[in-house]
Nanobody
Framework: QGRLAESGGGLVQAGGSHVVSCTNS????????MGWFRQTPEKEREFVAA????????YYADNVKGRFTISGVTVTRMTSLQMNNLKSEDTATYYC??????WGDGVQNPPDYYSWGQGIQVTVSS
């Protein structure tokens, strides 16, 4: 079964910008959309952002709102996460995943996503 693959991880200075991307090689597919999460060894996996394919609606965690922007195109099966004004607390392994249910309650719940990528490290140096 196809999985998602993240790319673009790396080391970034605090206050800088960086982009990570997610490609879906298939055959897994979601009619709903895609989300981004992140995790550190000290914390559980947390929601970052998500995008609904049909409406184009986007969703953000409060701690990234105004700094991060998710974009994507259904046809290309890709999303990108533009991260601006990065902070040391943004250091994490970033994962993308497909949405497995209609949008509504639970936008930020990891169980509502599937076909997770292997994750990619983004480190913000202060």
């Amino acid at each position: 079964q196809g999985r998602l693959a993240e790319s673009g991880g790396g080391l970034v200075q605090a206050g800088g910008s960086h982009v990570v991307s997610c490609t879906n090689s298939g055959p897994a597919f979601s009619p709903y959309g895609m989300g981004w999460f992140r995790q550190t060894p000290e914390k559980e996996r947390e929601f970052v952002a998500a995008m609904a394919w049909g409406s184009g609606n986007t969703y953000y965690a409060d701690n990234v709102k105004g700094r991060f922007t998710i974009s994507g195109v259904t046809v290309t099966r890709m999303t990108s996460l533009q991260m601006n004004n990065l902070k040391s607390e943004d250091t994490a392994t970033y994962y993308c995943a497909l949405r497995n249910r209609a949008w509504g309650d639970g936008v930020q719940n990891p169980p509502d996503y599937y076909s997770w990528g292997q994750g990619i490290q983004v480190t913000v140096s202060s």
